[in-house]
């Protein structure tokens, strides 16, 4: 297995697009995470699914962003309209079941917004 | 609400001497605890979790509930443990809350 796989791995886009950030999670893990890294605020939680249900989005930071799974292998985080400080590194992570399991990252998505 | 804390933002120390990352967490039931590390280039991974009790490449934690406190251990360090280092708690009802992680640099 590839574990968790995310793309693109490197997004620049100007201030007013729409981002689009892709994650496939381990085949058999029903629960998926996605994180955002900054300097200023560490890593937090966004969203998390359970299958395919969003669970908790409570982090997610404004109406701006929006996070789907119409599958049990596929996830998207839309971020429209982008702005400077949503520059960040995004991650996704699945879990073989809930969030008491061990999570398995992907690489990241390092976003910058211009 | 459930927060972890990390005091030390960069720790250094020389090779062969203890290492102690420190995690404390607050949390009115039971927790639970995780100890995430990020190497250079690597992806963020699991190093051990308090359940498990076990020490993985030498690292130890032992969960403290009468100090809310989860701290990282190594009687010896070595340079391949130089990484980001980053304490996790999971209450079941929300996902990771993880601590603002502590770089660990360990120096020939």
């Known amino acids: 297995d590839a574990g968790v796989i995310q793309s693109p791995r490197h997004e620049v886009t100007e201030m007013g697009q729409e981002v689009t950030l892709r994650c496939k999670p381990i085949?058999?893990?029903?629960?998926l995470f996605w994180y955002r890294q900054t300097m200023m605020r560490g890593l937090e939680l966004l969203i998390y699914?359970?299958?395919?249900?969003?669970?908790?989005d409570s982090g997610m930071p404004e109406d701006r962003f929006s996070a789907k799974m119409p599958n049990a292998s596929f996830s998207t985080l839309k971020i429209q309209p982008s702005e400077p400080r949503d520059s960040a590194v995004y991650f996704c992570?699945?879990?073989?079941?809930?969030?008491?399991?061990?999570?398995?990252f992907g690489p990241g998505t390092r976003l910058l917004v211009l | 609400a459930q927060r972890v804390t990390q005091p030390e933002k960069l720790l250094s120390v020389f090779k062969g001497a203890p290492v102690e990352l420190k995690c404390n967490y607050s949390?009115?039931?039971?927790?639970?605890l995780f100890w995430y590390v990020q190497y250079s280039r690597q992806r963020l991974q699991l190093l051990l979790r308090?359940?498990s009790r076990e020490s993985i490449k030498g690292f130890t934690a032992d969960l403290n509930k009468g100090e809310t406190s989860f701290h990282l251990k190594k009687p010896f360090a070595q340079e391949e443990d130089s990484a980001m280092y980053y304490c996790?708690?999971?209450?079941?009802?929300?996902?990771?809350?993880f601590g603002s992680g502590t770089r660990l640099q360990v120096q020939p």
């Open positions: 992570a699945s879990s073989l079941r809930g969030t008491g399991e061990t999570q398995y």
């Open positions: 085949s058999g893990h029903n629960s």
């Open positions: 699914f359970n299958n395919n249900v969003p669970i908790d």
């Open positions: 949390y009115s039931g039971s927790p639970e």
């Open positions: 308090h359940i």
């Open positions: 996790a708690l999971s209450t079941g009802r929300r996902a990771l809350t």
